[in-house]
């Protein structure tokens, strides 16, 4: 059952219990999961129905809902604290894509710079353009047709993005 559609360009939120499950140790309570801040990487407790928050670290404005996209998206930025899942037959095209939690794709993804804690890209998957993560994982059957990929812990502060990566760094 989808509750609404999300402000980044008709992407739809999914409430936790009906997205695909990558990570059953991220709930620490019977309403609440732990979520990952995509701009001072701070780890915190939020109820499972909550959209958007206020970081207590950084005191930053953020989305925390799980995304869920299933059709064509063209945007510059594509963030949350959750996870962002791209499913079989949708095409993600962005500058700059960054979750929390992590990225599964299962469709394309098109991007300048993903940030995530945890990467996996699916059997039918296809990935262009860079990744940071804490863990990649790639089935079999995906096809990556470019970028760099850097593999470094959760706890690593600078997961802001740098601003000249359109330079080609």
Known sequence: MFFGF?????????????????DPTASIGPRQRRVQCVHCTRLFPVPLKA??????????RVRVEDVII???QHTPRLET???????????????????????EVHGELTAGCVI???VRIGP???WTGDCTAASVVVDPG?????????????????????RDHADGF
Not at 6 to 21: L, M, T, Y
Not at 51 to 60: N, V
Not at 89 to 103: F, I, K, P, S
Not at 149 to 160: A, C, I, S
Request: charged share 20%; glycine share 12%; with cysteine.
């Open 142 to 162: 995906a096809t990556i047709l470019g970028g760099r990929f850097t593999v470094r812990p959760l706890d690593v502060p600078e997961l802001e993005v740098p």
């Open 6 to 22: 999300g402000r980044s360009f008709g992407a739809v939120a999914v409430p936790d219990d009906e997205a695909p499950v990558t």
């Open 51 to 60: 959209m958007i928050l206020t970081c207590p670290a950084c005191f930053r």
């Open 124 to 126: 039918q998957g296809r």
């Open 70 to 72: 299933s059709g064509q």
């Open 81 to 103: 604290c959750g996870r962002i899942v791209i499913r079989p037959r949708a095409r993600v095209v962005t500058e700059v894509l960054a979750a929390g939690m992590g990225v």
């Open 116 to 118: 995530a804690g945890r």
